[in-house]
């Protein structure tokens, strides 16, 4: 059973910065792409970024384009989302995603695992 446990949310002033790492255990991180959504209250969750297998492909949404950038170190077993220029509507739950496509995390369609979650709060 893969198991997904994400770290390194937090309470940060707008313009500053968070890095959030998955640990992925129970299977290689390398057999799957992997990705990051997010939650705000009372919203569906979103998806943010995604990042193929080899980490050779970076896919992010238009609202996150030249502040957020995923990376992955399988060797680690671990992918990261590192995030700039924070704004308070970037406040939400941040979920790591593993798949077997990079375009099922971009869809959002059928992930196979979800991590529990951590908090990121950005005050104004």
């Known amino acids: 059973q893969v198991q997904l446990v994400e770290s390194g949310g937090g309470l940060v002033q707008a313009g500053g910065s968070l890095r959030l790492s998955c640990a992925v255990s129970?299977?290689?991180?390398?057999?799957?792409?992997m990705g990051w959504f997010r939650q705000a209250p009372g919203r569906a969750r979103e998806y943010v970024a995604a990042?193929?297998?080899?980490?050779?492909?970076?896919y992010y949404q238009d609202f996150v384009k030249d502040r957020f950038t995923i990376s992955r170190d399988n060797a680690m077993n671990t992918v990261y989302l590192q995030m700039d220029s924070l704004q308070p509507e970037d406040t939400a739950i941040y979920f790591c995603?593993?798949?077997?496509?990079?375009?099922?995390?971009?869809?959002?369609?059928?992930?196979?695992?979800w991590g529990q979650g951590t908090q990121v709060t950005v005050s104004s």
């Open positions: 129970g299977r290689a991180s390398s057999s799957y792409a």
């Open positions: 990042i193929s297998m080899n980490g050779g492909n970076r």
């Open positions: 995603a593993a798949a077997l496509s990079t375009m099922t995390i971009v869809t959002g369609r059928s992930i196979d695992y």
